[in-house]
């Protein structure tokens, strides 16, 4: 099944292709099309479409508001701070 032009997908992606590149890749994309063609034959009527083949569950915990953390212990490991705030080395000129 090669009912595609190569160039024309090698000007689409950008590339330049030598004529073996062209035969080979030629060969493989016309590959690829011939199992795609095998796959739209398979019946699928009584198939219920969906976006993944087992259903997936969220695993992380709920968002509930919680207490913040008191000022001195967020401020007990900071390595410098100064007016109570952390300082910080500057990144940007």
Do not use: C, W
């Not at 019946?43 to 969906?50: C, F, I, K, Q, S």
């Not at 509930?64 to 490991?77: C, Q, W």
């Amino acid at each position: 099944m090669s009912d595609f032009n190569i160039h024309y997908v090698a000007q689409l992606a950008r590339i330049e292709l030598t004529p073996e590149e062209e035969q080979k890749l030629g060969v493989q994309l016309g590959n690829i099309l011939g199992y795609i063609a095998k796959l739209k034959e398979v019946d699928v009527a009584g198939v219920e479409p969906t976006a993944h083949a087992f259903p997936l569950v969220n695993v992380t915990r709920p968002d509930v508001a919680t207490g913040s953390l008191p000022h001195d212990e967020a401020m007990a490991n900071a390595p410098a701070k100064a007016g109570g705030l952390f300082v910080v080395p500057k990144i940007v000129e």
